[in-house]
């Protein structure tokens, strides 16, 4: 199951929380936060807690977010190099989401910084390469995995060489 923590602003756009007590997200890279970017068109940012890997997607139509979000997480994975049996997996688990209110203030201040830094980066181009920027900002540096390994993707990359065993 997957759990998509997201903020007020992002709830008013595609509904009430639907996590029931005691429930946990079963995917490899467990929650996901998320919050609304006002671009035009708007975007919404999702950040992986464990790892604050970033992915972008448009927001439109909102009503289909959650439904589209699995395969976008897939495109970022499969960009970082992630191998397709895990990938394959993060769907299957990914089947079944829920949507819950935000619970991690220092993963809420990692989506303001990127929020921040995409605009920043984006400059004036209307309509940004979602996708090159996520994976732009997944270069960043962030205090909280500076006891680790500093960078999303680098989180990423030490996550995945903890579970796939190394080729023969």
Same mark, same amino acid.
């Given at each position: =199951? ?8 992002? !709830? ?16 490899? !890279? ?13 975007v919404a940012l999702f950040v992986n807690e464990p790892t604050l890997l970033p992915v972008l997607m448009p927001l439109a139509?909102?009503?289909?977010? !959650? #439904?589209?979000?699995?395969? +976008?997480? #897939?495109?970022?994975? #499969? ?11 993060? !769907?299957?688990? =990914? ?5 819950? +209110?935000?619970?991690?203030?220092s993963v809420v201040g990692i989506m303001n910084e990127f929020t921040y830094l995409a605009e920043t980066y984006r400059g ?10 996520? =994976? ?33």
């Open positions: =199951m997957l759990i998509v923590r997201a903020t007020k602003k992002l !709830l008013d756009r595609i509904g009430p929380p639907s996590l029931s007590e005691g429930e946990q997200s079963t995917t490899l !890279l467990g929650q996901w936060y998320a919050t609304a970017v006002f671009w035009k068109p708007q139509p909102a009503a289909t977010l !959650l #439904a589209r979000f699995p395969q +976008k997480v #897939a495109t970022v994975l #499969a960009a970082h190099g992630t191998p397709e049996a895990i990938i394959g997996e993060e !769907l299957q688990q =990914m089947r079944d989401c829920r949507l819950a +209110k935000t619970a991690n203030r004036d181009t209307p309509a940004p390469d979602l996708l090159g920027l996520a =994976m732009h900002l997944a270069t960043t540096p962030c205090g909280p995995l500076y006891n680790k390994h500093i960078s999303p993707d680098r989180e990423l990359d030490a996550l995945l060489r903890s579970i796939t065993p190394p080729a023969s």
